[in-house]
């Protein structure tokens, strides 16, 4: 009698099939799972910046700016002070930046996605509180399908909050 030894065709090609399925029932599931992590990840980004840019406020007893630009898909984040104290709010003579903070690019457009408040600035007056005229910003950030997203929301006292969003589908521009 012969003894056998090792795989036989068949059996390699139908264990081959079968990682093949296995792959490609969890990819989809992957994209999600790096979307998600990128979201939350920006979210948060944003959301530590603007606790600096309120902090810094409070604590220099001055005005603080946090504007967001993009860069390609990259939403780079700046906070500066507004020592000049004029009306104008883009970073200028006189102004002392407390953070800058560059997004990283292709994240799946992201960032490109974030909704930043009509003139992508972010006011914290001397005393912490939000500077928009009484109201609150709301910063979103989607994924491409507007399946799923994550809300930074700053109150007016100036508080930060986090949050996913109930529907992106409608929530997400």
């Known amino acids: 009698m ?6 036989t065709l068949i059996e390699l090609l139908v264990t081959i099939v079968i990682v093949a399925v ?52 990259a939403l780079n984040i700046d906070v500066y002070d507004n020592s000049n104290d004029d009306a104008t709010l883009t970073y200028e003579a006189g102004d002392t930046y407390v953070e800058r903070s560059t997004g990283s690019q292709n994240q799946l457009d992201v960032g490109a996605n974030a909704v930043v408040t009509d003139d992508n600035v972010i006011l914290f ?26 809300s930074v929301t700053v109150n007016i006292i100036g508080r930060v909050s986090i949050a996913d969003l109930d529907n992106p589908a409608a929530e997400c521009l």
């Open 22 to 73: 296995l792959v490609g029932l969890a990819t989809p599931g992957m994209r999600n799972f790096i979307e998600n992590t990128q979201i939350k990840s920006e979210a948060q980004r944003l959301g530590s910046l603007l606790s600096l840019a309120r902090s810094q406020a409070i604590t220099d007893n001055q005005p603080m700016v946090v504007f967001g630009s993009f860069s390609g898909t």
């Open 125 to 150: 007056d001397e005393k912490g509180r939000l500077d928009e005229g009484g109201g609150t910003a709301v910063v979103t950030f989607c994924n491409e399908e507007n399946t799923s997203g994550r």
């Open 2 to 7: 012969r003894k056998v030894q090792g795989f």
